[in-house]
């Protein structure tokens, strides 16, 4: 039912899309005609793939749109405001799922806003656990590899408290907004060491050279161990990895 009420808000009375949505399709429509008028690589594709093509776009945008409209709210709708966490983390796990589908719009909201500092720890905390298990995936040509391993390490070495000293005070509120980041920070160490045997060799290389790369600038003694063990990981599954091929 709610779902069902959703979609109407975002369709006119001969059913197709309403608002900013419209607009979005008709952008979309516009692109794909100037593809084919300009004297570009796109000659060997003829009307039928190019009007495949733009359906399969659409229904990719659309799909997206309507999570977004669930996540972050659109003015001019009816449900404009977010959703509960609650719904907004099932919304970023279908995402993820868009994402694994192929749709390079999804990967671009997982980099951008998904896993913002600023979004919500729950959110966060599904998100990179799921982008963990998407490296199994991956390989070392997909446009959005080198920037999701960035944001995973970055999680990984952003713990809770860093900055301040353990005897200082601090606020309640203060206090759970750090309880949220070593969450999300326990999150990434435990999926990243879970996965780590799944990825591609060349992926898993990338990934220990970024999380030498960034460890080797964080000096406490936190930092170091998480270093030392996310190395230890990958080290281990290096050698089960050429032992198995052997």
Known sequence: P??????????SADGTPDGPMKHVLKQLDYTFTQAFLQEDQTYHITPVIGEALQRMSKDCMVKLKEEELILYG??????????HWFARRKSAARVCCLARAGNLMAYDMICTKLLDKHEHWMVQQLVISEVCNMLCELTVEHPYL????????RTLFTFAGAGRRTTQKI????ELAEQAVGNVQKSAE????????????EVRSRIVTTIKTVGNNH????????LQRLIQTAERCSRTSGSSRT
Do not use: C, H, N, W
């Open 2 to 11: 709610e779902s069902s009420s959703r979609s109407q808000s975002r369709k």
């Open 190 to 201: 435990k999926a990243l060491r879970k996965e780590m045997g799944q990825y591609q060799a």
């Open 74 to 83: 659109f003015d001019g709708f009816i449900d404009r405001k977010p959703r």
């Open 171 to 174: 606020s309640p509120e203060v």
């Open 146 to 153: 080198t920037t999701l391993l960035q944001i995973t390490v």
């Open 219 to 226: 000096t406490s003694d936190q930092a170091r161990a998480l």
